[in-house]
């Protein structure tokens, strides 16, 4: 599944496109510290946060993270979406709780394995 | 130009952290044995206790800077400074306002008290003080500036709260001339401040065992930014203070 579907299909609001919503969704990562995504996101990967400051950009684009999801409803700044879309991050907000989101993508993948 | 021994970031019983027996005397008095010549205290999102704690240092001849660590929105620690009591005072009131309206669990994370000098029981603050304000990171460090303070990001290495792993990288555009490190050295990402060491004391005993030394003409904020630029003279080092205090 790539990104454009499963944000269609779980009903994301859209924040920036991103320049890759035809890349193929590998898997998750969840997580607020910036340092421990640094460390630990890898590429073609959603990452589900509710850290909404504008450093998310830039890790998005170090760890080659497929793109964002905003959980919680937090919403990036448009200061942020701005950078956001300079740097072809796709980014994309959601009313549903971290731990919902992470469930339903889980799902969504894992549909598409079997 | 003048050598002073300073620890710029010391808890008293106000923070739910810092042990009861965190009284401005005790404080004072601690730091008097480790020869400190300037202090500040630092308490998690109030300088309600910075004023009292200046009276007790004025009388052993130990400067003070009035001081709060803000906790933001990211989680973030940032310790910031005001030359007066005043302005300190201010800023307090104003951010006590985008501190979540929960209240402190003294059994979960102990006593938030605020004493006299006598160690007479003045305050109990009802809301939890350890907790993330309304307040992005550089919105706090353009509002601390913007009041004439300084914004100190404090122990950045630290895990959880520190900077570097809350934000994994230092913001864009944020000078920040000073920074407190645990580690002997600053992490690269923090490359462009200078490195200073306090104690990050919440008893006694832990008043001035990491500790700065600027070479400065006076305990100000302004002279703290040209010592971090090392202007005319001007300078810092760090140092260990001598454990668990002299006599």
Redesign the interface.
Known sequence: MNLRELAATLGWDVQSPGAEPEGHVLGGYCGD??????ANAKPGEIWITI?H???IV??AQVTGIAGVVLAGGARAADAVVERAKEAGVALYASPDSAFVLCGKIHRALAAERR | MRDLRADLHIHTCLSPCGELTMSPRAIVEAAARQRLDLIAITDHNTARMTGVVAQAAARHGIACLYGLELQT??DVHLLAYFDDAQTAQRFSERIYDLLPNRDNVPEVFGDQIAVDEDETIVHTERRLLLNSLAL???DAVEWISREGGLAVPAHVDR??YGL??????V??GVGLPLAEADGERLPAACAASTLVWNSDAHRPDAVGRRLTVFRVLAPTIDELRRAARGESGRGLCVLHGTSGGVG
């Open positions: 510290l910036l340092s421990h995504a640094l850290q400051h504008a450093n830039a890790i | 929105q990211e992005g990171f550089e895990v959880p570097i792993a809350q934000l994994g990288i913001p864009e």
